[in-house]
């Protein structure tokens, strides 16, 4: 069975991190980019971060950049996303999603993604 799996979300102070993981089971991860997107109440999923199937590239949204890091070890089937200086505006669930061997100018959008966990909330007070 195909599965992603989030957690680490919870509730930080503003200016504060947490660090989301994304675990796989029932398919090869390392043959998959995955990215981070998030969701807020009322608004469209927004794509966070994404990295390619080797780790050797990264793509960032521009509000994160510089702040958060996306990493991922394929021997434990997990990526991960380091989030710092958070903002309260940055309140979403947020999901993980795999797309296999793609990674292009379409790996912000949701639609080439395959696979998607369930989400895990993310709450940032001012």
């Known amino acids: 069975q195909v599965q992603l799996v989030e957690s680490g979300g919870g509730l930080v102070q503003a200016g504060g991190s947490l660090r989301l993981s994304c675990a796989a089971s029932g398919f090869t991860l390392s043959m998959y980019t995955v990215a981070w997107f998030r969701q807020a109440p009322a608004k469209e999923r927004e794509f966070v971060a994404a990295?390619?199937?080797?780790?050797?590239?990264?793509y960032y949204a521009n509000s994160v950049k510089g702040r958060f890091t996306i990493s991922r070890d394929n021997a434990l089937h997990t990526v991960y996303l380091q989030m710092n200086s958070l903002k309260p505006e940055e309140t979403a669930v947020y999901f993980c999603?795999?797309?296999?061997?793609?990674?292009?100018?379409?790996?912000?959008?949701?639609?080439?993604?395959?696979?998607w966990g369930q989400g895990t909330q993310v709450t940032v007070s001012a």
């Open positions: 999603a795999a797309a296999y061997l793609y990674y292009g100018s379409g790996s912000d959008q949701v639609a080439n993604y395959h696979y």
């Open positions: 990295i390619n199937w080797t780790g050797g590239a990264t």
